[in-house]
């Protein structure tokens, strides 16, 4: 079956611009994480939704960063007024629930460059 | 805080070399480990998982033990392949609401024909 998508693959936006990047989880899959992948800080937890909800926002670095889910499925990550330290690669994750015992699925990532 | 160690790369073999990642781990509670796998231009995939002391996970010729005692789960695996050639994560989920992963640095496997 389809696993998760993200788009756009890859997103080169000016400093101060607003971005937005977008995660479709496998079909069922209640539980969805965003992550964020870079050099300087190896891969770091960003939010947590379940359902439409997000009990967990405490990875988010700023409040430039803000998350939604709609729908139970699809969801987007909006970063406004990007910074240069803001590139990174930002992976989405999918899972059945969210106890540990559920293996999270991770989509291909959308590679963010703010010039 | 939860937090993951993990040994620092690259780590470079000949092909049928013997592996060991050392994965140390830091975390209130009980959490479950897990080894991700990063091959070259593809996305994190877990390799495998131990959810309590003395589990061992394995997959594909890989194996780690949940070695409470140690606070630790090194990778390993007997006769390493050209195609095992990736960078592999060990990361813990600390039971906290939601169960995010929390990862280690990374570390990058090149294996040499």
């Known amino acids: 079956g389809a696993g998760v998508s993200q788009s756009p693959s890859n997103k080169v936006t000016e400093k101060g611009k607003d971005v937005e990047l977008r995660c479709d989880p496998i079909?069922?899959?209640?539980?969805l994480y965003w992550y964020r992948q870079s050099l300087g800080q190896g891969l770091e937890f960003l939010i947590y939704?379940?359902?439409?909800?997000?009990?967990?926002k405490s990875g988010l670095p700023s409040d430039r960063f803000s998350a939604e889910r709609t729908g139970g499925s699809v969801s987007t990550l909006t970063i406004q007024r990007t910074q240069q330290e803001d590139s990174a690669v930002y992976l989405c994750?999918?899972?059945?629930?969210?106890?540990?015992?559920?293996?999270?699925?991770f989509g291909p990532g959308t590679r963010l460059t703010v010039t | 805080g939860n937090s993951v160690t993990q040994m620092e790369g690259p780590v470079t073999l000949s092909e049928e070399a013997f592996l060991t990642i050392n994965c140390t781990y830091t975390?209130?509670?009980?959490?479950?480990l897990f080894w991700y796998v990063q091959y070259p231009g593809e996305g994190l995939q877990l390799l495998l998982k131990?959810?309590?002391?003395?589990d061992k996970g394995s997959n594909k010729g890989f194996e780690a033990t949940y070695r409470k005692e140690t606070t630790s789960f090194h990778l390993e695996k007997g006769s390493v392949q050209v195609s095992d050639s990736a960078v592999y994560f060990c990361?813990?989920?600390?039971?906290?609401?939601?169960?995010?992963?929390?990862f280690g640095a990374g570390t990058i496997l090149r294996v040499k024909s």
């Open positions: 994750a999918s899972s059945w629930s969210e106890g540990s015992f559920y293996e999270q699925y």
């Open positions: 079909s069922g899959h209640t539980a």
């Open positions: 939704f379940q359902g439409n909800s997000a009990p967990d």
């Open positions: 990361a813990l989920s600390a039971g906290e609401y939601g169960n995010k992963l929390v």
């Open positions: 975390a209130t509670g009980y959490p479950s």
């Open positions: 131990a959810t309590k002391a003395d």
